[in-house]
């Protein structure tokens, strides 16, 4: 991914919110690759709302850098878990930023219409362990 004009601040360097934008796109982007699009996660009642984020920006990135983005699973459990992109300078190879999320499997209760945190769906769940093993 280029660094481009609407990513950096006045000084040519990565914005800090930019890595959460790329972040989103790519988390968003992983659901759909396995044939679980946030739009049907929504649309079914279910929901996996940010409880907790985080960014350490090692490294600056600037207007024109090519970007890397590696994805894992950093945190696992009956209802939470944590999934992390890490941003690597494509010809260094140095770590540009690292993004964390922590997201809450939740669903929401047909009587009142509160979301309840509920354990991870089955096909979410296999996703996100076969992210796990790839590290």
């Known amino acids: ?38 739009e049907q996660i929504l649309s079914s009642g279910r929901g996996l709302p940010v409880r907790t984020s985080w960014a350490d920006y090692p490294s600056a990135a600037r207007l024109g850098d090519d970007v890397r983005v590696t994805r894992s699973i950093a945190e696992l459990t009956e209802t939470d878990f944590v999934f992390e992109t890490t941003w690597r300078d494509a010809a260094s190879g140095r770590v540009v930023a690292t993004v964390s999320t922590k997201h809450v499997a939740c669903e929401r209760d047909a009587g009142s219409g509160l979301f309840w945190r509920t354990p991870i769906w089955e096909s979410l769940r296999s996703a996100l362990l076969a992210l796990t093993n790839e590290g």
């Open 1 to 38: 991914m280029l660094v481009v004009l609407g990513d950096v601040d006045a000084a040519g360097v990565l914005y800090f919110a930019t890595v959460y934008r790329w972040h989103e796109s790519t988390f968003t982007n992983w659901l759909a690759e396995h044939g679980i699009p946030l």
